[in-house]
């Protein structure tokens, strides 16, 4: 809704002048804006639910206010050094862009602003990570794109431009190898397995949050390994799961998603009380209760 907004934030403001003279030249625009709504509707309303619900309390994880801004730069550029250098060419793409057509610069320009004033506004009212503006890379890379025509009528010989590119190449290629050498997410395979180990027949397995079973079953059989699944979002669900195990082992699969299903704290002091760390994937937690 981020992207979709400032574009049509930046279509009424490049058809105003238009429209003041006859309301017959939003026609496209209003036509486009209907189907679109049409086609996406069933993801507006779910948009609208998740919005309702992660705004009922303060966020509990991510960045807030300006930071969410450099956080941004950062990741996409792929390194602190590269942001810089790459900050300095998205600037000089945005003086190109004006140079060749002073619309083209507005809409650089327009969609960055209003995508971080957006972004600014939400990060205080739900959990914002710079990967939700994944889609600021078009932006950025384009503007950094333009850059060439610019810097080439300063730096013509070619090879500066190709001495560039491999510098930036190296520059990168530390968090290249860091990326692909390990695990950037939860690995749910190798951990299926420990669980597979660690578990005997009757045990019950509580996943937190409950939504997390589907990464997690698409490698782990309960039915297989002989346990009872069972899913809890609060302290609540666990208590009634713990008074309900009798003299069955439980053990507690949890990522740092229940601060965002449970944002009021209370199942993470629970777990805190009646258990204990085991060993487990990273950004995965593994309990047991004890």
């Known amino acids: 809704m981020v992207i979709i907004g400032a574009l049509i934030l930046y279509a009424l403001y490049e058809m105003t002048p238009k429209i003041m003279g006859s309301l017959n030249t939003a026609r496209p625009l209003v036509i486009g804006g209907v189907i679109f709504g049409i086609i996406c509707l069933p993801l507006i309303l779910v948009t609208i639910q998740l919005f309702a619900m992660r705004t009922a309390s303060a966020p ?87 850059s060439y025509k610019l810097l080439f009528t300063w730096l013509n010989p070619r090879g500066i431009v190709y001495g560039f590119i491999a510098f930036m190449v190296i520059i990168n290629t530390p968090m290249l190898v860091d990326y692909y050498s390990g695990y950037t997410k939860e690995d749910w395979r190798g951990f299926s397995g420990e669980i597979q180990q660690l578990t005997n027949p009757g045990d019950r397995i509580v996943v937190m949050p409950g939504y997390i079973h589907q990464p997690l079953d698409y490698y782990y059989s309960n039915s297989t390994d002989k346990t009872i699944e069972l899913y809890a979002d609060n302290a609540k669900t666990l208590e ?45 937690l593994l309990l047991k209760s004890g």
């Open 60 to 146: 509990t994880f991510g960045i807030q206010g300006p930071d969410l801004v450099i956080a941004t730069f950062a990741q996409i550029s792929g390194s602190a050094i590269a942001m810089y250098i790459l900050i300095l060419l998205f600037i000089a793409g945005i003086v190109q862009a004006f140079l060749m057509d002073k619309n083209k610069g507005i809409f650089l320009i327009t969609l960055t602003v209003l995508t971080f004033v957006i972004s600014n506004f939400l990060s205080y009212r739900i959990p914002m990570q710079p990967r939700y503006l994944i889609f600021m890379a078009i932006i950025y890379f384009i503007a950094i794109a333009l």
């Open 240 to 284: 009634e799961i713990y008074s309900g195990s009798g003299n069955s082992t439980i053990y507690y699969i949890v990522t740092g998603d229940i601060t965002s299903a449970d944002p009021t704290g209370g199942a993470v002091a629970w777990l805190e009380k009646n258990t204990k760390q085991l060993d487990g994937k990273p950004g995965i």
